[in-house]
């Protein structure tokens, strides 16, 4: 008999935003590569606006690897750099220990700039 003990969190890779620029009334899919040896059990992607609050939404598995998820502005959504961190669990309970931020961040456009 024996046990398996995973001490490696999933590792999270190629994270972008398509459209990476967008108004107050479209949407941007964020898309991620996470790996991981003993598997992904849940992935959030945390929007950080530029008011200084954010928001989590679970990410799904597309195939693969890459998972996704679909981010909608609002008409009220304030105008500026978006960050978005992901943080990945693995089905043993390791999170990862580090956050992977776009590298060209989310812009939102006001109507009135």
Not at 2 to 21: E, K, Q, R
Not at 22 to 37: E, R
């Amino acid at each position: 008999m024996g046990f398996y003990i995973d001490s490696a969190p999933p590792i999270v890779t190629n994270l972008f935003a398509v459209p990476s620029s967008i108004d107050q009334t479209m949407y941007t899919s964020l898309q991620a590569m996470i790996t991981d040896a003993t598997g992904i059990s849940s992935v959030i992607a945390m929007i950080s606006l530029p008011n200084g609050s954010s928001v989590n939404q679970t990410m799904s598995l597309v195939s693969g690897d890459q998972y996704s998820t679909i981010y909608n502005t609002q008409t009220n959504s304030p105008p500026g750099v978006y960050n978005v961190t992901i943080f990945a669990n693995d089905t043993y309970g390791q999170i990862n220990n580090y956050v992977e931020t776009l590298k060209n961040p989310l812009y939102n456009k006001s109507y009135f700039e």
